[in-house]
T-cell receptor, first 114, second 114 residues
């Protein structure tokens, strides 16, 4: 159990376009989903926390108008990178948590903006 | 400022060796401490620790938490080449009873040579 999927696995896009990344908990209902970003050789940095049906809470320094998060249901959260630029190129990972248990990570999405 | 510090940052050992990875933390509202193993993609969950002095064990891996001295260790005995990975320590914060978020350390890169 506790499987989390992300789609797509990798995406290459042109500067100025928007990219949507989906995170799904496949076999459990996630009360909370977290979005992280990881740059090469660095640790995971939390971007935002989202609870189903409410607005996401963004970490300091993360632009909420640029990184749109929609937590539509207990099994699906989406992160949309709007007007992506090369500096947004990174590895984006979601984590889904049920109750007070540990978060389970999706396999991540590699975003490359040309 | 909440922080999680792992040491060493990098470690090279030979198969069969025993290693100890360290994680210390300074946070305002501790809920739990988690260990993850990250190979090529997203981290996989190893242990979740909430109480001091209780060792958690899974095969050759074990971990313990000291909430008085604010640290945790992850032990790996009889290391194998498959243990080569980055080991991440994360502290989950407790935000007023709602779901917390994770603050990650930079990780310890373990390389096990045959």
């Amino acid at each position: 159990g506790a499987v989390v999927s992300q789609h797509p696995s990798w995406v290459i896009c042109k500067s100025g376009t928007s990219v949507k990344i989906e995170c799904r908990s496949l076999d459990f209902q996630a009360t909370t989903m977290f979005w992280y970003r990881q740059f090469p050789k660095q640790s995971l940095m939390l971007m935002a926390t989202s609870n189903e049906g409410s607005k996401a809470t963004y970490e300091q320094g993360v632009e909420k108008d640029k990184f749109l998060i929609n937590h539509a249901s207990l099994t699906l959260s989406t992160l949309t990178v709007t007007s992506a630029h090369p500096e947004d190129s990174s590895f984006y990972i979601c984590s889904a948590q049920r109750g007070r248990g540990p978060g389970f990570f999706g396999p991540g999405t590699r975003l490359t903006v040309l | 400022e909440d922080k999680v510090v792992q040491s060493p940052l990098s470690l090279v050992v030979h198969e069969g060796d025993t290693v100890t990875l360290n994680c210390s933390y300074e946070v305002t509202n501790f809920r739990s401490l988690l260990w993850y193993k990250q190979e090529k993609k997203a981290p996989t969950f190893l242990f979740m620790l909430t109480s001091s002095g209780i060792e958690k064990k899974s095969g050759r891996l074990s971990s313990i938490l000291d909430k008085k001295e604010l640290f945790s260790i992850l032990n790996i005995t009889a290391t194998q080449t498959g243990d080569s990975a980055v080991y991440l320590c994360a502290v989950e914060l407790n935000y007023g009873g709602s779901q917390g978020n994770l603050i990650f350390g930079k990780g310890t890169k373990l390389s096990v040579k045959p």
